[in-house]
């Protein structure tokens, strides 16, 4: 079965550094990966997705993802991370159709 | 295009009552699906539907909740009756098979509909 694994809840950075929120996956096949921010009182904002071809994604907000097939892993970077990136993020990877499986969410701290 | 649209925004209700979700995905899209988020058990998908038709509802906590779609246009989550346990928020989300567009596979997500079951 398709799924995605977050393994940190909370990830804490300091504004200016960089920061990285880690994503595995297990899939049959090529995966369709995805990363989603939520903010608060909000829903799920589409961020960037990896589909086929170069192994690192940019997407929205400055963020970018680097999909690793040896690592089984999709981890979400930013160079220089802002207190407005503080939020809920979800991995999440396409199970069939349009049907996704999400993550636990890691939560974002970053502060001044 | 105004994005996925839930009514009502917040629902504050009472143990026993009928509770009614509404949900308007963004025009052209042939998925639409229903979560239901709480702290405890994060982000779960309660079911989906492709064309109208649902296809997966394993994730319906019970009975008690059933969900249409009966246009491409508009769908309910009906939750009767209601108990506190079924607090949550409640998000609708659609998407489209549009393989010419950059937004395949990728769901639109509404801004959630808040329920508290007293």
């Known amino acids: 079965a398709q799924s995605v694994a977050q393994p940190e809840d909370q990830v804490n950075v300091a504004e200016g550094n960089p920061l990285t929120v880690k994503c595995t996956y297990s899939v049959s096949g090529n995966p369709y990966l995805f990363w989603y921010v939520q903010y608060p009182n909000r829903g799920l904002q589409f961020l960037l997705k990896y589909i086929t071809g170069d192994n690192l994604v940019k997407g929205s907000y400055g963020f970018e993802a680097e999909f690793n097939k040896s690592q089984t892993s999709f981890h979400l970077k930013k160079p220089s991370a802002l207190v407005s990136d503080s939020a809920l993020y979800f991995c999440?990877?396409?199970?069939?159709?349009?049907?996704?499986?999400f993550g636990g969410g890691t939560r974002l701290m970053v502060k001044p | 295009d105004a994005g996925v649209i839930q009514s009502p925004r917040h629902e504050v209700t009472e143990m026993g009552q009928e509770v009614t979700l509404r949900c308007k995905p963004i025009?052209?899209?042939?998925?639409l699906f229903w979560y239901r988020q709480t702290m405890m058990r994060g982000l779960e998908l309660l079911i989906y539907f492709n064309n109208n038709v649902p296809i997966d509802d394993s994730g319906m906590p019970e009975d008690r909740f059933s969900a249409k779609m009966p246009n491409a246009s508009f769908s309910t989550l009906k939750i009767q009756p209601s108990e506190p346990r079924d607090s949550a928020v409640y998000f609708c989300?659609?998407?489209?098979?549009?393989?010419?567009?950059?937004?395949?596979?990728?769901?639109?997500f509404g801004p959630g509909t808040r329920l508290t079951v007293l």
């Open positions: 025009s052209g899209h042939d998925y």
């Open positions: 989300a659609s998407s489209g098979t549009g393989r010419g567009t950059r937004y395949y596979n990728e769901q639109f």
């Open positions: 999440a990877v396409r199970v069939s159709g349009n049907m996704l499986t």
